[in-house]
C-alpha cells in the first residue's frame, strides 16, 4: 500500500475538496486523489451561479428556495433532504466569501443574486458568468492552506471492499506508471457525473462517471439513472455550455422566424421556466422545421455591450471562439444538450452510502435533491452542503480507531485484470465503441423518449459492451502518461452506467422532469412512479427495482411557469 | 478538411525527441485539440497530452504552437489548414517534460504555494455571520487576476525564468496580487516584503511574453507591475529595481529626460558606480552617454512636470493607480463615442462602473 489515510476523497471538484477540508477540519488526516488536478476539475466549468436563499435581491427564504427545488425536482426529490439543503446553503456561502470567494456585488456592495429559471426569487450568488472557476480556486487555496495531501493524476480504478467495509482504492499513477494502493478508514466518492455517454455535452472529457461505475461493480446502488438532464443553451456546433445566466439576465430565445416562442410553452416564466420545460420547447420547435442547423437562436443583443460584457464575458468568449459570434452583435445557435445527471450512487444525507465506510457527495451522489430535474445553480450548492456533511460524517467514523487492511489478493486480481487489458493486441481501438455509444444515446435517448427507440438502444448498449467485452487494443504499453490506457478503462464505465440508464428509463412509462415520452406515456404517474428507481448490478447486467421518494409536506401539484 | 501537424515527440524512457508528421482530416470547426485527438484516436494512441474541458476553463492543454504558448482547445484550425502551414506543436517551456506534450507542473505549483495563494482575513467576521460589505469596484481591481486558470502559458514563456529558473514567475505573482489587492486580506504588508525579495517582483525584465500569451486576459506582467507600485506606495523600495523605477520618475520630472549617467549611482549604489567607472569611459568614448554635465533639459520639460503633478495630485499611486488606466482604457476599446464627458458615461443606463478611485478605499 501507498499510504493510509483517516478519510480519503476520491475525486477533487467542488464536492470533493470541500469534503477534504471538512474532513481536516474535523481533525482527521486526508488523502484527495484525483485524476486530474485538482484546479482542472470540471466544477470549474459551472458558470451562472449557486443557490442559496440570502435574500439580498428580493424576499426569500430556505422554505421557498425547498419548494421551488420539489416542484422543480417533479416531486422526485427526497423533501427531508431538500430541506437540510436549502437550509444550511446560506451558511454554507458566508463561509465562502469569508474563505475568499471572489463574488459578484450588489450596489450596496453585498452579494449579488440574479434570476434563473423556476426560482420564485432572485437566488442565485454569482461571479459574473465564471462562479464555477472562481469555487475551484477557493476550494484549492483553503486545501493548500492546509496542506492536504493530494494524489495528482491518480486515476481512481477500483474501490477496495474488505470485511464489510470500503478500506481503499486502486488506482493508476498516470504520470509514472503502475498500481498504486491508497488505503483509507473512510472514502469519500466525489467523481462527478457522466456526460460523455452522449456525443453532444456541456461535460469535460474527464466526466466519464468512474466513481459511480466503482460503486456499481461492488453491488451498490445508484438510483434515477434515467434522468440525464438536457441544458437547453449549449452551443453548436460543439455542445458547450452558454449559461442559465444569459437568460437569468434577459436573454431571448428565437426560432427561425424570428419569434420568442417560449410564449407558447411557459407564458409566465419564459425563458427562465425550468430546465427541462425549455429543452423539450427548443426540441419541439426544431422537430417542427423551425430551427437553424438543427439549433435555435439565444439572442443577447437587447441587453447591450456593457451589461453582456460586465456579467457575460465568458459566454461572450465561448460564443466568439467556438461559435465564431459576438452576441453583442448577434443572435448565438444553441440546442440542448446533455449536462447534468440527476442520478447516482444513492445516499442518505450525510452522504453515506449501503457499504460502511463509502460516501459519495456531488454529482456522483443521488440525495436526492435534485429529483427528476435539477435547478439551474443548485448543483454547486449542493457539492458544497453535501460535500461538506459527508467530509464530517466520513471523519467522525474514521477518528473512532478503524484499522485499514487492503488484501493483497485485490491487487493481485488489479494486476491480472490490467495485464489482460494491455496484452490485447488486435481488435477495435476505444475510440470506435465510444463514437457509437455517444450517437446512439443522443439519438435514442435524448430530451424525447421513444419506446421502440430505447429497446433499440438497449440491444446497441448490449453489442457495445459485447465489442468491449473482446477488448479494444491499448496502443499505448508503456508506464508514463498512458491517457490510451484509461479512456479504455473510462469507456467500460461509461458502458455499464448507460445500460442502467436504458434499463431505468424504459420502465417508468411516465413522462416526468428529464424523462419525457409525449408518444406513450405524456403524463406524470404519481400513484405508480412518484418512486425512485434503483439498479444494482447482479450477474455482469443491471437489476432493478423501486423505492419511496421521502415526502415531508410539499404535496404534488401540476407543474406550470 | 486536411490539417497537417508537426508534433515534437519525447520518450522519457529513453529520453529521444522526434519530430513527427501527421496528417488528418478533420471537422472545419476543429480545433488544435480535436486534432491531437483524432490523431490519437485514429493514428497513434501513444500521443499523450492533457486535456479536460475543451473550453479554456480548466487550464490543463497549454502547448506551445509554432514556439509560442496555446491553450490547445482555444485553438480554431481553419485558417492554418486553408493556408497550407503545417504548425510544430510542443511542450511548453520552462517546465520538464515527461511526455511527448505533457510536462510536469511541479515547479509551477512549487511557485504558487510559495505566494501563500489563500485569504488570510485582516477582519473579524461580520458579527452577523454573513458576508463582508464590499464594493464590486473594489473588488474588480483584482478581477483580471481572478481570471487565472493556471493554465502555465504565461510560464512557458516567461524570459526571466529562462535566465533564474528561481524567479517566482508570472503566475505566482498575479496569484499574489490577487490577496494584495484583496480587501479582505490583512497581510499586504507582509506578502508585499516577501515579494520584494530573492527571485521576486523586481527580476521580472518586463518582455511581456506573459501578456502576450495569456489565453485567458490575466496580464500577468501588469500585475507584477501592480506590485511594485503598491510596495513603493508602502515604502518598500530597498531592490534596485525599486530605484530604478523612482529614478526614472525623478528625472522625468526635474529634466524631462532620462538621465542615464546618474541612473547606476541612484540604482545599484555608489559602490557599484565606482566599479563601473571604465565601462561608462568606455561607452561615453563611443558617444553612446551623453556627458552628465551640464543635464540635458528638454524643451517641454514643463509639459512633463505638469503630468507629473497631475498624477501626484491625485493620489495614483500604487496599484490603484494602474487599475484606473486598464478600467479606462477597457472603457475606450469598448467605445463610447469620444465626445462625452465623463460624467455623462458613468450617469447613463446600464454604464459600466465608474473606475477604482484612489480615495475610495478609505470607504472599504
Known amino acids: 500500500m501507498e499510504a493510509t489515510h483517516d478519510v480519503l476523497v476520491v475525486g477533487a471538484g467542488c464536492a470533493g475538496m470541500r469534503a477534504a477540508i471538512e474532513a481536516h477540519d474535523a481533525g482527521a488526516d486526508v488523502g484527495v486523489i484525483s485524476k486530474l488536478h485538482p484546479t482542472r476539475s470540471h466544477s470549474g466549468a459551472a458558470e451562472g451561479g449557486i443557490n442559496a436563499a440570502l435574500g439580498n435581491a428580493a424576499e426569500d427564504s430556505p422554505e421557498i428556495h425547498a419548494f421551488d427545488t420539489v416542484k422543480g425536482s417533479d416531486y422526485l426529490g427526497d423533501q427531508d433532504a431538500i430541506e437540510i439543503f436549502t437550509r444550511e446553503a446560506p451558511g454554507d456561502i458566508y463561509q465562502l466569501e469569508h474563505w475568499g470567494a471572489f463574488f459578484s456585488r450588489r450596489e450596496d456592495g453585498k ?11 432572485p437566488r442565485t450568488v454569482f461571479a459574473a458568468d465564471i462562479t464555477g472557476h472562481v469555487l475551484i480556486q477557493v476550494l484549492y487555496e483553503q486545501l493548500v492552506k492546509r496542506d492536504i495531501t493530494v494524489y495528482e493524476e491518480y486515476f481512481a480504478w477500483k474501490l477496495v471492499e474488505n470485511d464489510g467495509r470500503c478500506q481503499g482504492v486502486i488506482c493508476w499513477d498516470l504520470l509514472n506508471g503502475g498500481l498504486k494502493t491508497v488505503g483509507g478508514k473512510t472514502v469519500v466518492l466525489a467523481t462527478g457525473g457522466q456526460g460523455r455517454i452522449y456525443r453532444t455535452t456541456t461535460n469535460a472529457y474527464a466526466c466519464t462517471g468512474d466513481g459511480a461505475a466503482m460503486a456499481l461493480r461492488l453491488g451498490l446502488p445508484l438510483k434515477d439513472m434515467e434522468f440525464m438532464q438536457f441544458h437547453p443553451t449549449t452551443l453548436y456546433p460543439t455542445g458547450i455550455l452558454l449559461t442559465e445566466g444569459c437568460r437569468g439576465e434577459g436573454a431571448y430565445l428565437i426560432n427561425s422566424e424570428g419569434e420568442r416562442f417560449m410564449k407558447r410553452y411557459a407564458p409566465n416564466a419564459m425563458e427562465l421556466a425550468s430546465r427541462d420545460v425549455v429543452s423539450r420547447s427548443e426540441q419541439t420547435e426544431i422537430d417542427a422545421g423551425r430551427g437553424i442547423n438543427g439549433s435555435v437562436m439565444l439572442d443577447m443583443r437587447h441587453l447591450g455591450a456593457e451589461r453582456i460584457i460586465e456579467r457575460l464575458p465568458g459566454s461572450r468568449e465561448l460564443s466568439m471562439t467556438f461559435a465564431g459570434v459576438d452576441p453583442i452583435y448577434d443572435p448565438v445557435p444553441v440546442r440542448p444538450g446533455a449536462h447534468y445527471h440527476m442520478g447516482g450512487v444513492e445516499t442518505g444525507n450525510d452522504g453515506e452510502t449501503e457499504l460502511t465506510g463509502l460516501y459519495a457527495a456531488g454529482e456522483v451522489a443521488c440525495v436526492s435533491v435534485h429529483g427528476a430535474n435539477r435547478l439551474g445553480g443548485n448543483s454547486l450548492m449542493e457539492t458544497i452542503t453535501f460535500g461538506r456533511r459527508a467530509g464530517r460524517a466520513a471523519a467522525e467514523w474514521a477518528l473512532s480507531n478503524t484499522t485499514v487492511d487492503v488484501p493483497r489478493s485485490a491487487e493481485a486480481d488489479a494486476e491480472r485484470e490490467l495485464k489482460a487489458l494491455l496484452d490485447v493486441s488486435s481488435g477495435e481501438r476505444a475510440w470506435q465503441i465510444r463514437n457509437d455509444l455517444g450517437t446512439s444515446m443522443l439519438e435514442n435517448f435524448g430530451v424525447f423518449r421513444r419506446d421502440e427507440q430505447m429497446t433499440t438502444q438497449v440491444e446497441i448498449i448490449a453489442g457495445l459492451r459485447e465489442r468491449y467485452k473482446r477488448g479494444v487494443v491499448v496502443e499505448d504499453k508503456g508506464e508514463v502518461f498512458n491517457s490510451d490506457l484509461t479512456q479504455a478503462i473510462e469507456l467500460g464505465n461509461m458502458l455499464d452506467l448507460a445500460a442502467c440508464m436504458l434499463q431505468a428509463g424504459v420502465a417508468r412509462k411516465e413522462s416526468r422532469g428529464a424523462h419525457a415520452r409525449p408518444y406513450d406515456y405524456p403524463d406524470r404517474d404519481d400513484e405508480n412512479f412518484m418512486k425512485h428507481s434503483i439498479s444494482r448490478w447482479v450477474d455482469g447486467g443491471p437489476e432493478l427495482s423501486w423505492k419511496d421518494v421521502r415526502y415531508t409536506k410539499y404535496d404534488p401539484m401540476e407543474r406550470k411557469y | 478538411m486536411q490539417v497537417g501537424l508537426k508534433i515534437w515527440r519525447f520518450n522519457s ?28 484516436d485514429q493514428h497513434d494512441g501513444t500521443l499523450a497530452y492533457r486535456k479536460s474541458c475543451r473550453m479554456m476553463i480548466c487550464g490543463s492543454c497549454g502547448m506551445r504552437m509554432d514556439g509560442a504558448a496555446v491553450l490547445a482547445c482555444k485553438m480554431r484550425m481553419y485558417d492554418i489548414a486553408q493556408s497550407g502551414h503545417v504548425p510544430v506543436i510542443s511542450a511548453m517551456g520552462n517546465l520538464p517534460i515527461v511526455k511527448d506534450l505533457v510536462v510536469d507542473m511541479d515547479p509551477f505549483w512549487q511557485k504558487f504555494n510559495s505566494v501563500n495563494p489563500y485569504l488570510q482575513p485582516g477582519y473579524e467576521e461580520p458579527p452577523d455571520g454573513k458576508e463582508h460589505v464590499i464594493s464590486q469596484q473594489r473588488m474588480n481591481v483584482v478581477h483580471k487576476e481572478a481570471l487565472c486558470i493556471n493554465c502555465g502559458c504565461c510560464v512557458s514563456e516567461c524570459n526571466a525564468m529562462e535566465a533564474d529558473p528561481m524567479f517566482t514567475g508570472p503566475q505566482a505573482l498575479a496569484k499574489a496580487m ?8 490583512g497581510q499586504k504588508l507582509a506578502r508585499l516584503e516577501k515579494l520584494n525579495g530573492e527571485h521576486g517582483i523586481w527580476e521580472c525584465t518586463r518582455c511581456y511574453f506573459c501578456n502576450e500569451r495569456c489565453p485567458k486576459g490575466v496580464d500577468p506582467r501588469d500585475a507584477i507591475a501592480k506590485l511594485g507600485a503598491e510596495s513603493m506606495k508602502e515604502g518598500i523600495d530597498r531592490d534596485m529595481g525599486a530605484k530604478h523605477a523612482k529614478w526614472f520618475v525623478t528625472s522625468a520630472r526635474t529634466t524631462g529626460w532620462l538621465r542615464e549617467t546618474e541612473l547606476v549611482p541612484k540604482t545599484q549604489g555608489i559602490v557599484s558606480a565606482i566599479k563601473q567607472t571604465r565601462f561608462a569611459l568606455d561607452l561615453a568614448r563611443k558617444g553612446k552617454v551623453p556627458p552628465p554635465f551640464p543635464p540635458h533639459v528638454a524643451k517641454d520639460v514643463r509639459e512633463a512636470r505638469r503630468l507629473h503633478d497631475l498624477v501626484r495630485d491625485q493620489g495614483r499611486n500604487g496599484f490603484a493607480g494602474i487599475v484606473q488606466g486598464e478600467h479606462a482604457l477597457a472603457r475606450l476599446a469598448h467605445g463610447h463615442s469620444g465626445t462625452e464627458t465623463l460624467e455623462e458615461i458613468y450617469d447613463r443606463p446600464g454604464a459600466y462602473h465608474r473606475p477604482f478611485i484612489a480615495d475610495e478605499e478609505a470607504d472599504v
Open chain 1, 111 to 121: 452579494l449579488a443574486q440574479r434570476p434563473f429559471g423556476a426560482a420564485g426569487s
Open chain 2, 13 to 40: 524512457r529513453t529520453g529521444e525527441r522526434e519530430l513527427q508528421e501527421y496528417e488528418i482530416a478533420a471537422p472545419e470547426e476543429a480545433t488544435l485539440l480535436d486534432c491531437l485527438d483524432i490523431v490519437k
Open chain 2, 178 to 185: 490577487r490577496f494584495v489587492g484583496d480587501p479582505r486580506d
